[in-house]
T-cell receptor
């Protein structure tokens, strides 16, 4: 089955600096890679996702890059703000195109702290 | 996006008892997923629930401990049976919306077993 590794487990950055979180996956059949943000006591919320036919995707201060050959993908947050403080999870799946294999396998999470 | 609700939001239970968690989606969906999130940990898939068929359980999870029902395309239940303190976790359901890959999560059920 799929195995997703995530680094670092904790990350502290000064407000206004950039943060990068990296994930690797093992199953070459995976083709959908979402990132979730989970604030304390809240449900995971999707912040950005990428599919294997795209190498990079950006949404305002958040971007995700994917290297299918190396089987790794990264989350980039620029101009960090205090409200970016949360736990971030990467995940991988074979997507809805492969019925029965849509399940998400999550990374271990990164606790991001933005220092004012 | 899909709107997903869960009941109860939290509960405190005695060991040896069972708790049934309900998950309601605001649209018809083929698959619903049940996850467990232990304190300070990541999300681990328990099982995938398809309407009209038996749930598919992940390694380490068995039907006798976590029976699942899926009576229609908008609703599912997860029962945590014969609970022990090790079952204290947050249990979340999720599903996709429409024909896209995005999975949305319910608010979770925080279970404490004494």
């Amino acid at each position: 089955g799929e195995n997703v590794e995530q680094h670092p487990s904790t990350l502290s950055v000064q407000e206004g600096d950039s943060a990068v979180i990296k994930c690797t996956y093992s199953d070459s059949a995976s083709n959908y890679f979402p990132w979730y943000k989970q604030e304390l006591g809240k449900r995971p919320q999707l912040i950005i996702d990428i599919r294997s036919n795209v190498g990079e995707k950006k949404d305002q201060r958040i971007a995700v890059t994917l290297n299918k050959t190396a089987k790794h993908f990264s989350l980039h947050i620029t101009e960090t703000q205090p409200e970016d403080s949360a736990v971030y999870f990467c995940a991988a799946s074979q997507g809805s195109s492969n019925f029965g294999n849509e399940k998400l396998t999550f990374g271990t999470g990164t606790r991001l702290t933005i220092i004012p | 996006s899909a709107v997903i609700s869960q009941k109860p939001s939290r509960d405190i239970c005695q060991r040896g008892t069972s708790l049934t968690i309900q998950c309601q989606v605001d649209s018809q969906v083929t698959m619903m997923f049940w996850y467990r999130q232990q304190p300070g940990q990541s999300l681990t898939l328990i099982a995938t629930a398809n309407q009209g068929s038996e749930a598919t359980y992940e390694s380490g999870f068995v039907i006798d401990k976590f029976p699942i029902s899926r009576p229609n395309l908008t609703f599912s239940t997860l029962t945590v049976s014969n609970m022990s303190p090790e079952d204290s976790s947050i249990y979340l359901c999720s599903s996709r919306a429409g024909g896209i890959d995005t999975q949305y999560f319910g608010p979770g059920t925080r279970l404490t077993v004494l």
